[in-house]
């Protein structure tokens, strides 16, 4: 059963640090692109990093990068967001995706909409405190 599964959020003051994970099942990291995306209150989701393993390539959107850094696991079928120096303006819902043919800059710019996107999360809730 193909499954995309998010986990480590939580409650962190700012300028600290987590750890998110998406646990893959179901399907074959290499084959896709993982995305990670948030959706603040009151605000549309937009793309935060996105990864390409068969690739190697990586994108950040800009108010993240030097922050955030995307990686996988290929052993383990999991993608992480590490997340340092957190700001207030991070807290959000941070759901992970996953498309077979989205290039990492077309998904993080989500050039497509939403719903194309083959594969979502639930999300997991990060909560900044200032």
């Known amino acids: 059963q193909l499954q995309l599964v998010e986990s480590g959020g939580g409650l962190v003051q700012s300028g600290g640090s987590l750890r998110l994970s998406c646990a893959v099942s179901?399907?074959?990291?290499?084959?896709?692109?993982i995305g990670w995306f948030r959706q603040a209150p009151g605000k549309e989701r937009e793309g935060v990093s996105c990864i390409r393993s068969s690739e190697g390539s990586t994108y950040y959107r800009e108010s993240v990068k030097g922050r955030f850094t995307i990686s996988r696991d290929n052993a383990r079928n999991t993608v992480y967001l590490q997340m340092t120096s957190l700001k207030s303006e991070d807290t959000a819902v941070y759901y992970c995706?996953?498309?077979?043919?989205?290039?990492?800059?077309?998904?993080?710019?989500?050039?497509?909409?939403?719903?194309?996107?083959?594969?979502w999360g639930k999300g997991t809730l990060v909560t900044v405190s200032s």
């Open positions: 995706a996953a498309d077979l043919i989205v290039g990492i800059q077309d998904m993080c710019e989500m050039t497509y909409r939403l719903e194309s996107i083959d594969y």
């Open positions: 179901g399907l074959n990291l290499n084959d896709y692109t």
